[in-house]
């Protein structure tokens, strides 16, 4: 493992997943991802004066624990208007996250309430912005990547824009001063995939979990 620290509480930490370990959980998502209405969608976002139907950036997103809604930008408890909910978070999963911050960035009492699940193909990418939908804005968000590397945008102390590659079985955290900090997705790069991940993704794909805290428990 290597941990770096692009710029105050932006941590990364490398080579956190075993091959195994990645395997097991893209295994999972991949199952999962086939249902239907919970799995993974690649739905339709607002319009706007360029596309009248534009879609979601990434390939193909599903949610777990809060759906949320690349439509209107917020949370809910379901999927759909027919009322069905997100598959839950594992248990394995929160502890996993818990562990994470409890190594690498110790936080008091924090509660993974929504996972989104991106997958990125080839032609993904990801526009920069602030993630900024949850009504808890100071609890970290924890990224979980796997696949291929990517070049990942981020802004630094300054508010200038530098960038570093983020490869898969890697972890980072956005804390406190870089909780709110502008970031997005470059291109991904070819021959990259990490071990564990070969059999799930192909070349140039790119799965990435963020796990976050959306309501303030005070
Ligand atoms: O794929 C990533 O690493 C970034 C995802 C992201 O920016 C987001 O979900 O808000």
Known sequence: M???TP??????VED?????QAAELLDWLIKIGQ???????HPDLKPNRFHKRPKYPVKKFMCLGLYWSPLEYNYSPYVSAQEIKPFPIPNSLKELVLNILQEHYPWKEYSPETVLVNYYTKDSSMGLHVDKD???QIAPIIGLNFGSTCR???EDEQGEMREIKIPGNCVYIFGRKARLMRHGLGSIY???LSPGSETYLDNKERINLTIRQVFSHK
């Open 35 to 41: 249902d239907p209405i919970r799995g993974f969608q």
């Open 152 to 154: 990942f945008l981020f």
């Open 7 to 12: 710029r105050s509480d932006f941590v990364i």
């Open 190 to 192: 070819s021959k990259t």
């Open 134 to 136: 949850e009504e808890d």
């Open 16 to 20: 956190y997943f075993s091959a195994t």
């Open 2 to 4: 290597r941990v770096l």
